[in-house]
């Protein structure tokens, strides 16, 4: 092979590594191995490798805490049939996380809050809500400081009401006070 | 203490024991209760996980001065986790970590599992009124293939009758079912979400009180 085509030949490959890894974004690959301790669920995500890059949908860029584990990114290209199945069963997963108590679920469902998914943002503040803890607030307070979206502010403050109330347990075991 | 209770179509793998003159009256009635079925809906309901999410409003305190009278109005949150601790600690039994309220589609809640498995009918205690008859439908569902996809509009009405708490809260359900083309088994995957603003009013540890909130329903199933 002549040496001009070799040269060509290998300016090739560097420009397709270059444009692959341009095109992957150089974006970290999703810690999984909190998954093995996830509890119990009917619809856990298939363990698939990543098909394709999938799409981010624009928006603001979130700092994510170093104490919260990465959301899970799509594994499917946005425009494949698996892709809404997978987002519904991240719905499902995200709210049988809700019904539990501890904080490794509070946390893998704070962590979604930051998922370029606007379904699974929205999945994962209902399940930050039914589960019921304030210890979500200050992450819920930092989120709503960095959204510039008026109606994802106004859903983060109203859960952050919500929270900040009283329970019904704790009301009922609060003695009454005189008067009432 | 909790034991697992099957639901009514699960029921038949109960084991009873029953004599052979009865099993014969009984298989009478069954029979004749087939015939008397009313015509099912057209639409087969999912089976949902519902949540709450609730505010209840109550007089705190009422104060009276001269001619000023001064009141007090509480707020709580109630939220499923909430109302499962709640018949917890009514009915002194235990449920698992991790259990769910189920809706089931004749309106009866079940205490399930994360597997689905039925813990608890609390029916008596918390209930629902899902008017199918009344459904208003947008979308499309083919009837050969049972793909759906639509937009469902239906009154939905739940009763708490705990001793602390006690009441009704009332909404149009706004559900989305989606199903797709059936799989290589036959069964579509179907998903389906609701969400109804609701308000209504009761009593909140025996005094009169007025909710408001959202009733969730979360379902996934194959059929």
């Known amino acids: 092979m002549p040496r001009v085509h070799r040269c060509w030949l290998a300016g090739g490959a560097a420009l397709g590594v270059a444009v692959f890894l341009l095109g992957y974004g150089f974006r970290p690959t999703a810690d999984t191995s909190h998954r093995a301790s996830a509890p119990p669920s009917r619809n856990d995500p298939p363990d698939k490798p990543h098909a394709s890059p999938s799409r981010r949908v624009p928006g603001p860029l979130r700092q994510h805490p170093p104490d919260l584990p990465a959301p899970i990114p799509p594994p499917y290209p946005a425009d494949s049939p698996e892709h809404q199945d997978w987002i519904a069963s991240r719905i499902a997963d995200l709210n049988a996380l809700a019904w539990y108590d501890d904080d490794d679920s509070l946390h893998r469902i704070l962590a979604e809050l930051s998922n370029p998914l606007p379904e699974i943002q929205a999945a994962a503040l209902a399940a930050t809500i039914n589960f019921g803890s304030r210890d979500a607030i200050p992450r819920l307070e930092q989120l709503a400081a960095q959204s510039r979206d008026p109606k994802q502010q106004l859903a983060l403050t109203d859960a952050i009401a919500y929270l900040k109330r009283p329970t019904l347990l704790e009301k009922l075991d609060t003695p009454p006070e005189s008067g009432e | ?223």
Request: proline share 3%.
């Open chain 2, 1 to 223: 203490m909790w034991g697992v209770v099957l639901r009514p179509s699960a029921r038949k793998t109960a084991c009873l024991t029953i004599p052979n003159t009865m099993k014969a009256k009984l298989n009478a009635i069954l029979a004749a209760g087939l015939f008397l079925l009313p015509a099912l809906p057209l639409h087969a309901s999912v089976d949902s996980i519902l949540t709450v999410v609730v505010n209840c409003y109550y007089q705190q305190k009422v104060s009276t001065a001269g001619d000023t009278i001064a009141g007090n109005v509480d707020i709580v949150r109630i939220d499923s986790k909430q109302l499962l601790v709640l018949l917890q600690k009514e009915l002194a039994v235990y449920f698992p970590r991790g259990v769910q309220l189920e809706l089931a589609a004749d309106g009866k809640v079940y205490v399930v599992d994360a597997k689905s498995v039925v813990v608890m009918d609390v029916s008596t205690y918390i209930s629902a009124t899902v008017d199918v008859g009344e459904r208003l439908l947008n979308g499309q569902r083919n009837l050969a293939t049972k793909q759906e996809n639509t937009r469902n509009y239906y009154p939905i009405t739940l009763t708490f009758n705990l001793v602390a708490l006690h009441g009704t809260i009332r909404g149009i359900m706004v559900e989305s079912l989606t199903a797709g083309a059936p799989d290589r088994y036959g069964f579509n995957i179907t998903n389906e979400k609701g969400n109804a603003i609701v308000n209504g009013s009761g009593s909140f540890n025996g005094k009169t009180a007025y909710f408001d909130g959202t009733l969730n329903l979360l379902g996934r199933t194959s059929r």
